[in-house]
Nanobody, 115 residues
Framework: QVQLVESGGGLVQPGGSLRLSCAASGSIDRINAVAWYRQAPGKLRDWVATVTRDGRTVYTDSVKGRFTISREDAWNTVYLQMNTLRPEDTAVYYC?????????WGQGTQVTVSS
């Protein structure tokens, strides 16, 4: 069992920054990768970024150069640093991991980019 809890969302102006946190607990020693996803109103949930056990990071094209995913060594917390935010980044952000055979999601944190 793994529990994921996101925090750090809020309202920010275009061009601003936010740092999201994903606190993991339970069988975190079995985690090999953690991802961030987001879901805008009326749209499907989309993948944003992934960080692996060996520190590799991958990003969707729309956030490359603006977002940075990172993690603490023990997987206690995974971060998503979001810079130069745009209105189209507005969404509920979720963290996700798979510890076979189950997939785990947090409850999400709302990010709103608006002037």
């Amino acid at each position: 069992q793994v529990q994921l809890v996101e925090s750090g969302g809020g309202l920010v102006q275009p061009g601003g920054s936010l740092r999201l946190s994903c606190a993991a607990s339970g069988s975190i020693d079995r985690i090999n990768a953690v991802a961030w996803y987001r879901q805008a109103p009326g749209k499907l949930r989309d993948w944003v970024a992934t960080v692996t056990r060996d520190g590799r990071t991958v990003y969707t094209d729309s956030v490359k150069g603006r977002f940075t995913i990172s993690r603490e060594d023990a997987w206690n917390t995974v971060y998503l640093q979001m810079n130069t935010l745009r209105p189209e980044d507005t969404a509920v952000y979720y963290c996700n991991t798979v510890v076979a055979p189950r997939e785990y999601w947090g409850q999400g944190t709302q990010v709103t980019v608006s002037s």
